[in-house]
């Protein structure tokens, strides 16, 4: 089946295993039936006994099973003929009944009654053909597979549109029997080579795409399937359509139906709560045992059982011959393959599906890795060989597999003996079904069914999200109500439109403590602290988007966005916002009867921030109708406010569809519009406000910006671009050393003439070194044996490729150019402009992290203008400062502690 067993803390999901599939193994009370929840290649795993990775490759000619002692040594386990002849019994006594099930399921239509004893040897003569298939290609020596439960229903559709439209259209019963013989190992053997294509070019990672809602709601349908299947089988009715449930009115078909659901339930408990390995084997022939007991303590014949309908009617000796007769080529009807074809797709996902978590089930209870798409090879081979010889689909039986690599043996020769076993079922004339208690065959497909509705329906509610389980039973229901093919279907199209649905309401918003990486004097810094930063009165306010926003989520983000910054919105607005939004139902929209309780009256009593910087580093995407009912109305709530709105980090498609629809400006406007509020003007001065987004690089550019405007609000006087630059240009000449004013202002206190004196010391354990605008300083991935300090210039840190395409309902359209001021572009080396994620400026300290850690470069170092002059530090000379010059060493370690507790600052991971 698909996948196993219960949850434990390794796998993500579990599914239930088939009747066939049903040993229980455990050591002690551990249930071991589990599964992963993929269909990739198994990892290493650990060995289970000692916690040390295994090598599959190297154990694979020298697998081994040992047993502990008393004395906690291991032993080799020594097996012979008679021990493979035993387990390859067991095996047997598990599988015959559940695959005579499986034949009365694909074969549940009427016209298939007279020819069910052919059919079901057809069946065990196709698990045969599995088994040789694994005996001789599986790189495990003791793989079992037969005709797993998988693909029944799929193949029961099919068998039944065949006998529904050749009846219909006048035909005979021989057409029918002729043309399902053909046409279902026909899919399966399309299915096999299908699968060897897949594992050959490693391609099995497409079958994970099918949703496992949807593939949850169709084994809950075998489940009930195979409920009603074995139900019918107990009381000899065809049971296809919901209202046959009411034969069960009837007394007497009630009384046969009840012994099947009760020894159902009892190899249910059993399967569950066993320890042992041949407890499921031996109460599997107990049952008709007792059975057959009771006819002779009760003096009942077997005649008169089957009478009363508790054995299967007499019919005619079935040879393997025979099976032969069951096709005459010329009543096949192959127009029907076009039928059937819709029903193929949906088994070939299915079964690969299934595949996949079956070899990967295996893989893990083992403890070794397997290659799933050498494994689906094998599957593969089986199915194809399987169709050709008129046979249906198959693959690994993760229990039986399990059990008998838990028995110890690593012989083929368990393999072989199946295979003879099977062969001598079908070349045996004795009809299965006219001497064996039909409420146990039906009881072997009850067992399936009650295990698998209950794992689907029942336990599975605690391991999904509840929309996740809607859509599961929604697909269940949608089976039964319109069909197989559609039923998927329908399941993936509201799994879709639930996943849209979800990932448009995503996007969440932070507000996040963080500041420019400029590097001000002590009194400036101070001023931005009491002005900007302090916690009382925050003038500088970053906030955060992330994820996606759409039409789904822009009117609860701007709600979120105006609770925030503490804007009161009149019901003028609210009137204003709701005729920008498109998707709003109600004249005032939804932000404010979605205002949460108390948090209003919070936010009205304080004072709003005079800017607000929106990081959209992680807002991967926006549509047309969010640009424009969110961030376009934001900025203008921001705008009659006086509030300086400006967003950073964006995408190229982003800042494309804010461009594109007047969000933000133009670039060209945006470029002049800066340069003008940073131009050097002293005075009184009234800090224009814009009714759209300006554009950023960087959010640290983006603060920086903000920082200069209200240095200049708070003191009539706009710092200096270069302000820092010149400072360091003066000390060249002057008494001490050039970094003394950096070390000051990233320290933020004056040092004293002690310190400056032996900061005249550093050059020696330093080198400036100059760089033109584009050389790399150091790039990622090499050795981190220095770190820097800018003296001149500015230094880019630039992000990995990015496209800046974005293709629009007219075509491809380029991005803009770069979202920052014209001398803070990066040109890389295709000649095109390139995304930065951040700058450093005079006085910014870089590589020092890498550093600190040992560790390779984690990004690209790139001077950006013409000049850009940084001073260097080695470990060799940190090495030679410290056992030199004590008290300087522990200098520039506060330096480096003190750029450290700014970069935490600015970090958001530790939220």
């Not at 932070?510 to 009165?537: C, F, P």
Request: proline letters at 3%; one cysteine or more; hydrophobic letters at 45%.
């Amino acid at each position: 089946m698909a996948s196993y067993g219960t949850y434990d803390a390794n796998v993500s999901l579990s599914l239930p295993a088939s009747a066939t599939e049903y040993v229980v193994i455990g050591i002690g009370n551990e249930d071991r039936r589990r599964a992963p929840s993929r269909c990739d290649g198994m990892p290493l795993l650990e060995n289970p006994r000692d916690g040390q990775p295994y090598d599959a490759d190297a154990n694979k000619d020298q697998r081994r099973v040992h047993t502990s002692s008393s004395d906690g040594e291991t032993k080799e386990a020594r097996h012979t003929i008679v021990h493979y002849l035993v387990y390859a019994i067991i095996n047997v006594i598990i599988a015959v009944p559940g695959l005579i099930g499986y034949a009365s399921v694909i074969f549940n239509h009427p016209s298939f009654q007279p020819h069910m004893a052919a059919l079901s040897k057809l069946v065990i003569f196709s698990s045969l053909v599995h088994q040789f298939a694994f005996t001789m290609f599986s790189s495990l020596d003791f793989a079992i597979g037969t005709v797993q439960d998988a693909g029944l229903i799929f193949l029961s559709v099919m068998a039944n549109r065949i006998a529904n439209k050749i009846l219909d259209e006048g035909g005979t019963v021989d057409e029918v029997v002729s043309t399902a013989v053909c046409i279902l190992p026909l899919g399966t053997a399309s299915l096999g080579l299908v699968l060897i294509l897949l594992g050959k070019f490693r391609l099995l990672d497409i079958v994970s795409y099918l949703p496992m809602p949807v593939i949850g709601g169709y084994l809950a349908f075998i489940g009930y399937f195979c409920l009603e299947a074995g139900v019918a089988l107990c009381i000899s009715k065809s049971m296809t359509k919901l209202t046959d449930w009411g034969y069960l009115l009837d007394p007497h078909l009630l009384l046969l139906a009840t012994p099947g659901l009760l020894a159902a339930l009892v190899l249910t408990i059993v399967s569950r709560k066993a320890t042992n390995d041949a407890v499921l084997p031996i109460v599997m022939v107990l049952i008709p045992a007792i059975f057959y007991i009771v006819l002779y303590l009760c003096g009942i014949s077997l005649d008169e059982a089957r009478d009363d309908g508790w054995v299967g009617e007499v019919s005619p000796p079935v040879s393997f011959t025979d099976l032969l007769h069951l096709v005459d080529f010329n009543l096949v009807q192959w127009s029907l393959v076009r039928e059937c074809i819709g029903t193929w797709v949906g088994m070939l996902f299915v079964v690969s599906f299934a595949s996949c978590l079956d070899i990967a089930a295996v893989s893990m209870d083992m403890g070794e890795a397997l290659e799933t798409n050498k494994e689906m090879v094998t599957v593969g081979i089986a199915n194809l060989l399987s169709g050709l010889m008129f046979g249906f689909t198959g693959s690994y039986i993760f229990s039986q597999t399990i059990f008998t690599f838990r028995t110890g043996c690593r012989s083929r020769i368990i393999g072989v003996f199946i295979m003879l076993a099977y062969l001598l079922v079908c070349i045996s004339t004795i009809n299965i079904l006219q001497i064996a208690p039909l409420f146990f065959l039906g009881a072997t497909l009850i067992f399936i069914g009650y295990d698998l509705v209950w794992e689907w329906i029942v336990e599975i509610r605690t391991k999904l999200y509840l929309t996740e389980y809607i859509i599961l039973l929604v697909t269940f229901v949608a089976i039964q109500v319109i069909g197989m093919d559609f039923g998927i279907l329908f399941g993936v199209v509201v799994a879709l439109i639930d996943h849209v649905g979800t990932t448009t309401r995503v996007s969440s918003l932070n507000r996040v403590l963080k500041r420019s990486r400029m590097v001000w004097s002590a009194e400036t810094y101070n001023i931005l602290q009491l002005h900007g930063y302090s916690s009382d009165n925050e003038k500088i306010v970053t906030l955060e988007i992330k994820g996606p926003v759409f039409f789904g989520s822009s009117q609860k983000l701007l709600q979120d966005i105006t609770e925030e910054i503490g804007l009161d919105i009149s019901d003028k607005e609210l009137r204003q916002i709701a005729l920008a939004s498109p998707h709003t139902s109600t004249p005032h929209s939804s932000i404010k009867a979605r205002k949460p309780r108390g948090v209003n009256s919070r936010r009205r009593t304080r004072i709003h921030p005079q800017y607000v910087v929106l990081d959209m580093t992680s807002m991967h995407n926006l549509d047309a109708s969010a640009a424009s009912s969110c961030f376009l109305q934001l900025a203008k709530l921001c705008e009659k406010r006086g509030i300086f709105l400006c967003a950073a980090g964006v995408l190229p498609r982003v800042e494309w569809m804010l461009r594109s629809h007047h969000v933000a400006y133009a670039f060209d406007d945006e470029i002049k519009m800066k340069n003008d509020m940073l131009s050097h003007r002293d005075g009184q001065w009234n800090q224009p406000v814009f009714d759209k987004l300006i554009l950023f690089m960087t959010l640290f550019e983006a603060l920086e910006f903000c920082e200069r405007l209200l240095i200049r609000r708070v003191t009539n006087k706009m710092p200096q671009e270069r302000q820092l630059q010149s400072r360091v240009s003066v000390l060249n000449s002057g008494s001490h050393h050039p970094l003394t004013y950096i070390i000051q202002n990233v320290l933020r206190g004056d040092l004293n003439e002690e310190d400056k004196v032996v900061l005249n010391g550093i050059e020696e354990y330093c080198k400036e070194v100059m760089y033109t605008k584009g050389e790399p300083i150091f790039q990622r991935n090499t050795h981190s044996d220095a770190f820097y300090i800018v003296t001149r210039g500015i230094v880019a840190v630039p992000k990995r490729a990015m496209p800046s395409t974005v293709i629009s309902g007219a075509g491809a359209v380029r991005s803009t150019r770069n979202l920052s001021s014209p001398d803070l572009t990066f040109m890389g080396e295709d000649g095109h402009s390139t995304t930065i994620e951040s700058f450093h400026k005079v006085g910014g300290i870089f590589g020092y992290c890498d550093y600190l850690l040992g560790r390779h470069r984690t990004f690209d170092a790139v001077a950006q203008e013409g000049t850009t002059v940084v001073v260097r530090f080695t470990r060799a000379n940190m090495d030679r400062m410290k056992e030199q010059d004590r008290a300087l060493f522990v200098i520039i370690q506060n330096l480096l502690l003190n750029a450290s507790l700014m970069d935490l600052a600015n970090c958001t991971c530790h939220n």
